[in-house]
């Protein structure tokens, strides 16, 4: 089986849209990122939810659901060779899931839910388990511990921003070398959901600074995150779910390309 999740001389990337979108969308993401990994040298994840449970109203967007978005991810794969990454809410869907996704993901919310990661474990696909917003670094130990006793072939934690206040995430950069030391994974950082604002946008919805993502990216860069995670799309203000957190897929290469350059420099500086 591949690993996902090994940074060598690049940082491993997860990207994609929030949702399943349309066949035209989805793939037209999946190829640029396709592209981008092979010109940069990046190991890509793609990343698209067929289901997100975590919204902030009743009616809020939620993506096609389990079958289809299945089915539409599996598109995705066969169209573009890269492996697929899904969130997984309810150990029922852990199964379905692991038929097409090669690692399964266990969204912030629900990062001590012990049904639920220790089924993401047994499904035998690596699982990217998301910091909730509320935990300190050593807290992640036990979520590791569980998917690890499902029989997980590897495991990832990422860094998202903690919540200090209402309604704004603070990304603590000394957090990389402790959930490294605490859990002995390899480390991701969310630099999109690192920049939501629940509650603030339009009707209620979660809002976003966009214009911070870049930064923060390239501080985790140095302060030593192994993977980079970055929800985007075509046109993120149209897009039905977490669009002000999103990143232009246009912008994606450059923002890449100074991220890449600042993970570089800074390991060779811990070498000499």
Request: aromatic letters at 6%; glycine letters at 10%.
């Amino acid at each position: 089986m591949p690993r996902h999740f090994e940074a060598g001389t690049a940082p491993f990337l997860i990207a994609g849209p929030c949702v399943v979108e349309s066949d035209a969308l989805n793939r037209r993401v999946g190829e640029a990122l396709a592209a981008l990994g092979a010109r940069l040298g990046l190991h890509v994840v793609y990343k698209a939810s067929y289901d997100k449970a975590n919204r902030a109203h009743l009616k809020a967007a939620r993506g096609p659901g389990l079958d289809e978005g299945l089915r539409a991810l599996e598109r995705v794969k066969a169209a573009t060779g890269l492996p697929i990454l899904t969130d997984v809410h309810e150990p029922g869907h852990v199964a379905a899931a692991a038929q097409v996704a090669d690692v399964l993901q266990i969204p912030a919310f629900l990062c001590r839910q012990t049904d639920l990661l220790v089924a993401a474990g047994k499904a035998q696909r690596p699982v990217n388990v998301k910091k909730g917003q509320w935990m300190a670094p050593d807290g992640m130990a036990g979520a590791v511990e569980k998917v690890r006793a499902g029989g997980a072939p590897e495991v990832a934690v990422t860094e998202r921003g903690t919540f200090f206040g209402y309604g704004d995430l603070v990304v603590d950069m000394r957090n990389f070398a402790r959930l490294k030391a605490a859990c002995g994974v390899p480390v991701v950082f969310d630099a999109t959901h690192a920049v939501q604002q629940p509650g603030k946008g339009k009707d209620g919805a979660s809002g976003g600074l966009r214009e911070s993502i870049p930064p923060l990216l390239y501080a985790a860069a140095a302060a030593g995150a192994d993977g980079f995670f970055l929800e985007t799309h075509p046109d993120p203000d149209r897009a039905p779910s977490d669009g002000p957190n999103m990143l232009p897929l246009d912008e994606l290469p450059r923002v890449l390309e100074i991220a890449l350059d600042v993970w570089q420099r800074a390991r060779e500086t811990v070498r000499a």
